[in-house]
């Protein structure tokens, strides 16, 4: 079964948990029709209700995928690394989105920030710095943040990105143009939105606004029933998925599949 299969099927488990339903997967629409735009799934319950299922991944920020790589090999080495530690604080090491530039060896650009860093983390106080890194063919410049933590906690350094402005209204807005259409054309009593987040970054919360405010652009909205979140970065590693309603009712209901604890766990408010 194809990934995306399997998130409508996981999510059709724990809706019938939930709500004592039926519902389970009778079509996949965009498997029979290869030549035309088609949903994902459609399900149906014991007295022939049906509910239309359609799909997508949404990346905190476009291009997402191509910088991760990047930013992986240049400043993923730096997470948890000794020599950037400062005994009895933690260290951030924020860096802005595209900040790599195309053609340049990313293993050297690890080193040289490594070593930058390394000599200025011991004499900086507690605070925000900016720091150019030296010895570069490009500009590069990145944030650190220097906290005391408690006593007897252990001393973490880690490394994150700085998201562009209005990043998540522009990848939701792709989401529903690409989406939409084909949603809400299939015949079914009810449609289903499934929003895939493959990271942690931005919340629930901030999607529903972002969808909120690109509702005078998609009239479509008014179709669809239900939109859900669905946060999958746990999914590989530790087989483990949340799903978050967006709308109608922002985290009205909320499911957690844990297949190593259970079969399914479900969580509703």
């Avoid at 004499?123 to 010895?135: D, H, P, R, T």
């Avoid at 979140?229 to 009205?252: A, D, N, R």
Wanted: hydrophobic fraction near 40%; proline fraction near 4%; charged fraction near 25%.
């Amino acid at each position: 079964m194809k990934r995306d299969q399997q998130l409508v099927v996981d999510f059709l488990s724990a809706y019938n948990r939930d709500g004592g339903t039926t519902f389970k997967v009778v079509r996949w629409p965009d498997e029979e029709d290869r030549n035309n735009q088609a949903v994902e799934a459609v399900a149906a319950n014991d007295v022939g209700v049906t509910i239309a299922f359609e799909h997508t991944l949404i990346e905190p920020f476009e291009g997402e995928r191509i910088d991760s790589d990047r930013f992986l090999k240049v400043f993923g080495t730096l997470e948890g690394c000794c020599d950037l530690m400062k005994p009895g604080y933690n260290v951030d090491v924020y860096v802005r989105v595209g900040a790599i530039p195309t053609g340049v060896k990313w293993e050297g650009v690890a080193d040289r920030v490594r070593e930058h860093i390394s000599r200025k983390v011991p004499f900086f106080a507690e605070g925000q710095l900016s720091e150019s890194i030296a010895g570069l063919t490009f500009p590069l410049e990145v944030m650190l943040t220097v906290t005391a933590h408690g006593a007897g906690e252990a001393d973490h350094v880690w490394v994150s990105r700085i998201l562009p402005a209005d990043s998540l209204r522009s990848v939701v807005r792709r989401a529903l143009r690409r989406k939409l259409p084909k949603l809400v054309a299939t015949m079914a009593d009810r449609r289903v939105l499934l929003l895939e987040k493959a990271d942690f970054a931005h919340g629930y919360f901030n999607a529903r606004v972002a969808i909120d405010e690109l509702g005078p652009e998609f009239p479509e909205l008014k179709q669809v029933d239900e939109i859900w979140l669905v946060i999958t970065p746990s999914w590989q590693s530790e087989e483990v998925l949340f799903f978050y309603e967006l709308f109608p009712v922002l985290g009205g209901k909320r499911f957690k599949i844990d297949s190593h604890r259970t079969a399914l766990a479900g969580q509703g408010n």
